[in-house]
């Protein structure tokens, strides 16, 4: 790379003497870049050191800044217009701006309308109609807060296409709709930008262990709750994810692009990636159309000097990522990669780097991009509508011709799952009739089904089929995500015609299902426990000073001459509480049916026909969750803030973040629950914690923090052997490391057998499937009662898994469950709140946190 001197010189000018102008270029930025077809800027259209204070690349730029930036563009410029798409967890505005000639602002509900055709009524498209029609090109910037560069580049994106003045200009406005989504994570972006900048003096320094280069934990990559927001285009979890697939959906764009940054030891990458790790539902013109993008790309850093790569490492098979989302949908996903500065500037092998090249270069393939949409325009609309006008012989060629989702004992899983499928356009419907298939039956009213032959055909096949031969041994992530699965819904792949079955198409699944049956009791109530929102149901409970009860044994429940069969884990409500009278105990069941969508029974008499009665002592009066979740420098942020999430969000209960080096210092008592939900926690005191859960306390070690447990001696497993070092002899050098990394599980579904009597499996069934991305299979303990899931002895449902590891996963243990003192030890060496799109097994982490002491 070529690193510049007068860059720096220009930067630190900048600081000291305010000067806003940079030398021997129009475009505003603190270094030099080519362009062609400009020939002026528009002195009527605010730069953006006018409105943020700052010349682009020589400090990071905030959020506000940037909203600010762009909405005073909107009002100056006719080319422009600026919509509102999300809000996230802290109340930052997410933004993209419509950027057209105004000819075409003049008519964009027309060129939506012909752009719509293509997908929902392609055979009315003709390759005349395309001769006419704007390619819509959508541009994502920095999903991830640290790779800061992007919105930079999005921010002179819009100055250049809304100030400048030229054919090329020109030629851009009149043939795209161009969308600008120029900071896709605030939060995370805020958190690194206050960083770097409050940590940065006058005169900033290249040194990678300086504190500007050192961000604390949790770094600004991830979201408010620590997750990569570009695992979630698929999951939805969250509202920057909702928004940004709102704005996709709506426009269905040709092109897509998702820029990012990698470690600073690198040059620059663009797809397209790893051939064969391409996943087999993208059709191959999608990767030729890439490649012919590519090109663009690199005629642009070729003439800039600028080093890059293609094809290797990253692949293009996840369809959570947002370059591969959109590559099974008719759209072309393209990923960058730039080589990072993090700071303002830092050393790399390749020299020192400045912000304002990283700037410079994601500009660059930000313009290329766009060169190569007008160029390659027509067959980028040609490809999309082919792309769906082909669904009817997919749906042909396919063999299952719809897929069948019951509701089982937890409506709200069902309507969870069909409301993120409805915000990916799929189209659901009600049964019309009753389906028997494999051995399952489904029933009006409990079910829906989705129909295959649909447009969006391709992208349900991609996330609900399960994925079980693949072309690569190697995965940049996941290798399978089957949505029933992950769910934990009872569904069934239907191999005959479906008309028959599907009934009208239901629009919206709004949470719903809460029954009471009975009525208001002088006993008690019985709140069944399974329901997704039940934790968040029997927390508010507690909250309110509410007195429950969980029962360990099964109950039969006669109300109104009719027998209720209740299971395990079902929680009591006495009616007279020591603090609640029976009026506001009666109030808060009839606001969790309501709210939580619950089933509760009001009981008629503590007397039931069998054993055991209401007053049993086999019901365990239940303790409110005082939840320390263990965080800071060891703790692995991603899995952290999915615990968090899962509390907050989910279930409206609080957790206390405590870095692990306090463990020793504060007060413990204060928690009846720490978890530990992944990482190699480092600074914390196993003495402490140790002490702790022998005084009572119930340790929560989830996924890399079970094996913490286990190195510290709070649980004894056997860990099974795997001979990597043998399996690897004779081996070329050359291949060793994909043969180590095809021993790795970077993500698949095991099915477990559950002991469904042990509290910390209330609610569930017999058999249950869990994700798993961690390499170690351990022995169940062999203690009595211990073992509450344990993989079955052919366990993999979906995903890669290699023959040694095939052989090594049949009967290892998933949970396990502990006493220690008067404490209790919880392992869960499978992640249950897995990028919050497992709600198959949330339930298992809330057993926890409520039932932790019961057994």
Same mark, same amino acid.
Request: proline content about 5%.
């Given at each position: ?106 008519? %964009? ?18 390759? /005349? ?17 640290? #790779? ?143 490649? #012919?993008? /590519? ?39 393209? %990923? ?7 700071? %303002? ?90 389906? #028997? ?268 923090? /079970? ?19 043998? %399996? ?5 050098? /050359? ?121």
């Amino acid at each position: 790379m070529k690193r510049r001197l007068h860059i720096y010189l220009f930067a630190l000018c900048f600081l000291l003497t305010g000067v806003l102008q940079a030398e021997a270029q129009e475009l505003p930025l603190a270094t030099d870049f080519p362009l062609e077809g400009v020939e002026s800027y528009d002195e009527a259209i605010s730069k953006p050191e006018d409105v943020i204070g700052h010349v682009i690349g020589t400090r990071h730029t905030e959020s506000l800044q940037v909203v600010n930036y762009f909405n005073q563009i909107a009002e100056e410029s006719d080319r422009v217009i600026i919509d509102e798409y999300a809000r996230s967890y802290q109340n930052r505005a997410l933004v993209y701006a419509t950027v057209t000639s105004e000819a075409n602002h003049a008519r %964009l509900d027309e060129i939506h309308e012909a752009n719509e055709r293509l997908t929902t009524d392609p055979g009315s498209v003709t390759d /005349a109609d395309l001769e006419g029609m704007p390619a819509v090109v959508y541009m994502g910037y920095s999903v991830h807060g640290d #790779e800061a560069s992007g919105t930079e580049a999005a921010v002179l994106l819009l100055y250049h296409l809304a100030a400048g003045n030229g054919p090329a200009v020109d030629e851009m406005l009149d043939n795209l709709v161009i969308l600008i989504d120029p900071n896709m994570n605030p939060d995370g972006r805020d958190r690194f930008a206050y960083w770097v900048n409050q940590n940065r003096g006058g005169v900033h320094t290249t040194d990678v262990q300086d504190r500007e280069h050192s961000q604390p934990w949790p770094r600004g990559r991830t979201n408010h709750y620590w997750f990569a927001l570009n695992r979630d285009w698929m999951p939805l979890a969250h509202p920057e994810s909702r928004g940004e697939i709102g704005v996709y959906q709506y426009w269905r764009p040709q092109v897509l692009t998702d820029f990012h940054e990698m470690g600073r030891n690198s040059t620059y990458f663009f797809q397209p990636g790893v051939p064969e790790r391409t996943h087999p539902r993208t059709p191959d013109i999608n990767q030729e159309l890439t490649m #012919e993008l /590519a090109r663009f790309h690199a005629r642009q850093l070729d003439s800039m000097g600028e080093l890059y790569w293609t094809r290797e490492r990253f692949d293009d098979y996840y369809y959570g990522k947002g370059s591969t989302y959109p590559d099974v949908q008719g759209t072309v996903g393209i %990923l960058f990669e730039q080589s990072s500065s993090r700071s %303002l500037e830092t050393e790399t092998n390749y020299g020192d780097i400045h912000y304002s090249e990283t700037v410079r270069n994601q500009f660059a393939t930000t313009i290329s991009t766009l060169e190569g949409s007008v160029d390659l325009r027509e067959r980028l609309l040609r490809y999309q509508r082919d792309f769906f006008a082909e669904v009817p012989e997919r749906y042909d060629a396919f063999d299952t011709k719809a897929y069948v989702v019951g509701y089982g004992n937890d409506p709200q899983r069902a309507q969870g799952l069909a409301n993120i499928l409805q915000q990916h356009r799929v189209e659901i419907h009600e049964l019309a009739e009753t389906v #028997e298939q494999g051995g399952q039956r489904f029933e009006p009213g409990d079910g829906f089904i989705i129909p295959m032959n649909q447009t969006q055909h391709q992208f349900i096949r991609g996330v609900m089929e399960r994925a079980e031969t693949f072309p690569d041994s190697l995965f940049y992530d996941v290798s399978t995500w089957t949505l029933p699965l992950a769910f934990g819904l009872p569904h069934a792949e239907l191999q005959q015609n479906p008309d028959r079955f599907v009934g009208p198409q239901r629009t919206n699944f709004d949470f719903d299902g809460g029954e009471f049956v009975g009525r208001r009791s002088n006993v008690g109530y019985i709140m069944e426990w399974g329901r997704y929102f039940a934790p968040r149901a029997l927390y508010s409970l507690q909250k309110a000073g509410v007195q429950t009860m969980v029962m360990t044994e099964e109950m039969s429940v006669p109300i109104g001459g009719t027998t209720h069969e209740i299971d395990r884990g079902a929680i009591l409500i006495p009616a007279h509480q020591p603090d609640v009278e029976p009026d506001e105990v009666f109030r808060h069941v009839q606001q969790i049916v309501e709210e939580d969508h619950v089933r509760v029974l009001g009981v008629e008499s503590g007397l039931m026909p069998e054993r055991p009665d209401f007053g049993s002592p086999s019901a365990n009066v239940l303790e409110k969750p005082r939840v320390a979740l263990v965080t800071g420098a060891g703790a692995s942020q991603l899995n952290v803030g999915e615990a968090w999430h899962q509390m907050n969000e989910r279930w409206d209960m609080p957790a206390s973040l405590i870095d692990g080096n306090r463990l020793g210092s504060v007060d413990l008592s204060r928690y009846n629950t720490i978890v530990m939900a992944g990482g190699s926690y480092g600074s914390v005191s196993s003495d402490a914690v140790e002490s702790w859960v022998r005084d009572g306390g119930t340790l929560v070690a989830i996924h890399t923090g /079970a094996e913490w447990a286990m190195r510290n001696n709070f649980v004894e497993l056997e860990q099974k052997s795997l001979q990597l070092d043998s %399996l690897l002899l004779g081996r070329p050098y /050359a291949d060793l490391s994909a043969s180590r990394g095809a021993q790795n599980i970077g993500g698949s579904i095991f099915e477990a057998d559950v002991d469904n009597t042990h509290p910390l499996a209330y609610g569930y069934s017999d058999q249950v499937p869990l994700f798993r991305n961690v390499n170690r299979f351990y022995e169940p303990s062999g203690r009595p009662g211990a073992t509450v899931a344990a993989y079955t002895d052919d366990p993999l449902m979906s995903g890669y898994l290699s023959t040694e590891q095939r052989e090594l996963a049949p009967g290892s243990t998933s949970i396990e469950a502990h006493r220690m003192g008067s404490g209790r030890v919880v392992l869960m060496l499978d992640n249950p709140n897995f990028r919050a799109f497992w709600w198959g097994t949330n339930g298992f982490f809330a057993n926890t946190l409520f039932f932790g002491r019961s057994f």
